[in-house]
């Protein structure tokens, strides 16, 4: 059966990458949830999906350059919590019902991926007791190179889409993908554009789609097969899995 992952929790369905959103999911039958980290200037791992505030925080500038102190007060729209450390998500995650979690090791504004932040997020999943059931996820290939290094312990995720495949192309990137990471995640237009020459290289069940937030997509990729489908609206995809199993029963 094709695994649902809450992506930045639940984005469509509460403020992304929060602690309610995180509480909210956990609800949901989902199999996994997906959130993002970046490291501060200050040494603590955030978790935000953008490198600047302005479009999911009250406030704005460089997530790096967010002092502890502004962090505690700077309150994500739509929620009057702040931005989560990743102490603070893994300590729910650690008690909650032991779904996967599929944590993506974000670049600065500049794009340039955080020195030691691999071994920072491998450490601190061990420490909280759930790096077995824990994947660290990146579109960049020699990110992921670094935390097979430094963490051959932790699983890994390799994203793909037309841009991050650009560079070596598509067949190169999914072989390099596959040789590195457990599962390949491509998004959902270069999937279906590409799909018989990703399978070739990546068996379904190492396949994951993404973002699906449609009933019409959500349909045709869970008949396709795939191993994973990562979603905004995980509610939906809950949804239509399970009408999708009670017709082929």
Not at 45 to 57: Q, S, W
Not at 77 to 91: F, M, N, R, V
Not at 156 to 164: D, E, P
């Amino acid at each position: 059966m094709t695994k649902i992952v809450g992506h930045r929790g639940a984005r469509n369905q509460w403020p992304e990458n929060s602690m309610e959103g995180f509480r909210k999911t956990l609800e949901l039958a989902v199999d996994a949830i997906e959130f993002d980290v970046h490291l501060t200037d200050a040494g603590e791992v955030v978790v935000i999906h953008d490198a600047m505030l302005d479009r999911t925080v009250e406030g704005t500038g460089k997530v790096r350059a967010l002092s502890p102190d502004k962090r505690r007060t700077a309150c994500l729209k739509g929620s009057h919590e702040p931005i989560p450390t990743l102490d603070e998500a893994l300590s729910l995650f650690a008690s909650s019902r032991p779904l996967g979690l599929h944590v993506e090791l974000k670049a600065d504004v500049d794009g340039i991926p955080y020195e030691g932040l691999e071994a920072l997020v491998a450490s601190t999943l061990r420490r909280h007791g759930i790096a077995k059931r824990s994947l660290l996820t990146s579109f960049n290939l020699e990110v992921l190179a670094r935390c097979r290094r430094v963490a051959p312990d932790i699983g890994r995720l390799c994203s793909i889409n037309a841009r991050s495949a650009e560079p070596l192309g598509v067949a190169a990137t999914v072989a390099r993908a596959a040789e590195l990471a457990d599962l390949v995640a491509v998004e959902k237009t270069l999937l279906a554009a590409s799909s018989s020459d990703i399978e070739a290289l990546v068996s379904r069940e190492r396949l994951c789609c993404w973002v699906l937030n449609e009933r019409e997509e959500l349909e045709q990729w869970l008949g396709a097969g795939v191993g994973w489908i990562t979603s905004d609206d995980p509610s939906l995809a809950l949804a239509v899995r399970t009408r999708s199993r009670d017709a082929a029963a």
